[in-house]
């Protein structure tokens, strides 16, 4: 018999890990909420059609496609059969793939349930989604998203509001040092239009986002391999050297972006932005504009977030998002702009292990465990528990009339502080013995009093 295993880049959660997640969700949860936030669910598969094309060539190797059931060759001729085209093959014996994110399903939902919504639509959805990548540290093939999108609004003051719910959550999570950086896809195609490279942007901006990677000069050798010319680099190189406060880089950057209309609109959506932001404040969080940050592409339309870890934790970004304003056009819907934000679930819980930032009360189990002395005593015991948990007081009783040292193990294994003993003796007495086993202390005690304890 083969011994049991699970696909590599997915996981089993203990009943520890599951409270932990739940605990991470539940803060997001209830700030997006605040923020006036409405939850929807979308499928865990979609039709192919819906994602492929929509992440870029290599996010579409990403996509798990899922076979079309029953004899899915069937109707696949022996010359297809015998071709080398995978690509070609694969469009004939799979119809549907698993969702690679959120985002791109929302869209799907937004032109789908179009005459039902109330526009402008604030939704979050919490739900998993999966991809063909390879498994490391904080990067797994299934794992959850945390997304929340406005779509029917292009107001700036969405942006300045997805900014404050990442503050709120960290802040309510007791993450510290946490950086939410920003950048313009408009500053980056103006950049692109400076150095007359527009049919290059992508290549450009690929290499330009992997500065902190490989440095300056394997940014420049890759602009090179990919045709970007020696003159085109030279013009751009104050972006290696950026530095300074939000205002002094976004000073430096209108210098360079002077003669770009398009790149010039980039700067004013980002200073008032980093207006607003520094008159509201922050909590936790700082903003940071990042011109090197050029993550989505193929559908970011103007605001661009990432949001980078505590410098003392050696993890990848922990959420994520921007502006998307033709992404509904993609399936026949125009002039929708949308806007959104992701966090992950995953990552924000390494960090918050290495940090040691879950709170004790995460973890509690049942407060009181109640030994199983017999039927008759079990019923007993059930009456009491009724009572208790319509109290909202987490209890249980040991299932089995087992030896009382095996129960009391039981218990302090499984971290429950409290036991009641209920015998013969009680029973007639009606009472009920609690055992501390904390403390090694034990009384007798009514129900009411009970009660009044174990709150």
Same mark, same amino acid.
């Given at each position: 018999m083969a011994k049991p295993s699970i696909p590599k880049g997915t996981r089993d959660f203990s009943p520890t890990e599951v409270a932990k997640r739940q605990y991470i969700i539940q803060i997001i949860k209830s700030n997006f909420e605040k923020f006036g936030f409405q939850p929807i669910e979308t499928p865990s598969f979609e039709n192919s059609e819906t994602l492929m094309g929509k992440y870029?060539?290599?996010?579409?190797?990403l996509i798990f496609k899922i076979l079309n059931s029953g004899d899915f060759l069937d109707k696949i001729s022996g010359e297809e059969l015998s071709t080398t085209n995978s690509l070609q093959l694969t469009k004939k014996i799979s119809e549907k793939a698993l969702r690679y994110d959120l985002t791109v399903p929302f869209a799907r939902y937004v032109v789908q349930h179009q005459n039902e919504i109330d526009f402008p639509f604030k939704r979050y959805q919490i739900q998993p989604v999966w991809r063909a990548d390879r498994p490391q540290?904080?990067?797994?093939?299934?794992?959850?998203?945390?997304d929340a999108d406005v779509v029917g609004s292009k107001s700036l003051w969405q942006e300045v509001e997805f900014?404050?719910?990442?503050?709120?959550?960290?802040?309510?999570?007791?993450?510290?040092g946490v950086t939410i950086k920003i950048n313009n896809r408009k500053i980056l195609s103006g950049i692109a239009e400076v150095i007359d490279a527009q049919d290059k942007l992508?290549?450009?901006?690929?290499?330009?986002?992997?500065?902190?990677?490989?440095?300056?000069?394997?940014?420049?050798?890759?602009?090179?391999?990919?045709?970007?010319?020696?003159?085109?680099?030279?013009?751009?190189?104050?972006?290696?050297?950026?530095?300074?406060?939000?205002?002094?880089?976004?000073?430096?950057?209108?210098?360079?972006?002077?003669?770009?209309?398009?790149?010039?609109? *980039? /700067?004013?959506? =980002?200073?008032? #932005?980093?207006?607003?932001?520094?008159?509201? !404040? @922050?909590?936790?969080?700082? &903003?940071? $504009?990042?011109?090197?940050?050029?993550?989505?592409?193929n559908y970011y339309t103007g605001a661009i977030f990432e949001v980078s870890a505590p410098k003392e934790v050696s993890m990848g970004s922990i959420g994520g998002g921007g502006r998307y304003?033709?992404?509904? *056009? /993609?399936?026949? =819907?125009?002039? #929708?702009?949308?806007?959104?934000?992701?966090? !992950? @679930?995953?990552?924000?819980? &390494?960090? $918050?292990?290495?940090?040691?930032?879950?709170?004790?009360?995460?973890?509690?189990?049942?407060?009181?465990?109640?030994?199983n002395y017999?039927?008759?005593?079990?019923?007993?015991?059930?009456?009491?528990?009724?009572?208790?948990?319509?109290? *909202? /007081?987490?209890?249980?009783?040991?299932?089995?009339?087992?030896?009382?040292?095996?129960? @009391?193990?039981?218990?302090?294994?499984r971290g429950i502080q409290y036991v009641v003993l209920a015998g013969d003796s009680e029973?007639?007495?009606?009472?009920?013995?609690?055992?501390?086993?904390?403390?090694?202390t034990q009384q007798e005690l009514s129900l009411n009093e009970l009660k009044k304890i174990l709150k």
């Open positions: 870029g060539e290599e996010g579409d190797r540290k904080g990067r797994f093939r299934e794992f959850f998203q945390c900014i404050q719910l990442y503050d709120a959550v960290f802040t309510a999570l007791k993450l510290q992508i290549d450009f901006t690929v290499a330009l986002d992997k500065l902190d990677k490989i440095g300056e000069d394997g940014v420049k050798k890759e602009m090179l391999e990919k045709g970007i010319s020696e003159s085109a680099i030279e013009k751009v190189q104050p972006l290696f050297s950026l530095t300074g406060s939000f205002t002094e880089k976004i000073a430096q950057l209108s210098k360079l972006l002077q003669s770009s209309e398009e790149g010039m609109k *980039g /700067i004013a959506e =980002l200073t008032f #932005i980093d207006e607003k932001i520094t008159a509201l !404040g @922050l909590q936790t969080a700082q &903003l940071e $504009l990042e011109v090197t940050l050029a993550r989505g592409l304003d033709d992404l509904t *056009g /993609i399936f026949g =819907l125009k002039d #929708i702009s949308g806007v959104g934000i992701s966090f !992950g @679930l995953d990552r924000i819980g &390494l960090v $918050l292990e290495e940090l040691d930032l879950f709170p004790k009360t995460v973890l509690e189990t049942s407060k009181v465990l109640f030994v017999g039927n008759d005593e079990a019923l007993y015991s059930m009456k009491a528990l009724q009572s208790l948990r319509a109290d *909202g /007081i987490k209890a249980e009783m040991y299932p089995d009339a087992a030896k009382v040292g095996k129960q @009391l193990t039981y218990a302090d294994k029973m007639q007495k009606e009472v009920y013995n609690l055992k501390d086993l904390t403390a090694g």
